[in-house]
Nanobody
Framework: QGQVVESGGGLVQPGGSLRLSCVAS????????MAWYRQGPGKQRELVAV???????NYLDSVKGRFTISRDNAKNTVYLQMNSLKPEDTAVYYC??????WGQGTQVTVSS
């Protein structure tokens, strides 16, 4: 069975940057839409960004202009570049591909 494995989270100060990575296996990666979700403390999981198999992207309004989703089909990897981070971006970040189970996610904490 396929899976996704996220990495790249950590503790960062407000205004800082992080790049998350997600490697997917068990699928023909280039055919799939890929997405990043997040779940903050006491909050529901929300869709942050999506990239289609053609490379079209879409973002949650609160991250537009700060986050960038990209993909490398040769590496079966999707990225989330996060700039100008804010405390409200603190969450566990998950990547998603249709039909694959959720991974363990990667914790992002934005705090001074």
């Amino acid at each position: 069975q396929g899976q996704v494995v996220e990495s790249g989270g950590g503790l960062v100060q407000p205004g800082g940057s992080l790049r998350l990575s997600c490697v997917a296996s068990g699928i023909i990666f280039s055919n799939y839409f890929m997405a990043w979700y997040r779940q903050g403390p006491g909050k529901q999981r929300e869709l942050v960004a999506v990239i289609t198999n053609k490379g079209t992207t879409n973002y949650l309004d609160s991250v537009k202009g700060r986050f960038t989703i990209s993909r490398d089909n040769a590496k079966n990897t999707v990225y989330l570049q996060m700039n100008s981070l804010k405390p409200e971006d603190t969450a566990v970040y998950y990547c998603s591909a249709r039909g694959l189970p959720w991974g363990q996610g990667t914790q992002v904490t934005v705090s001074s």
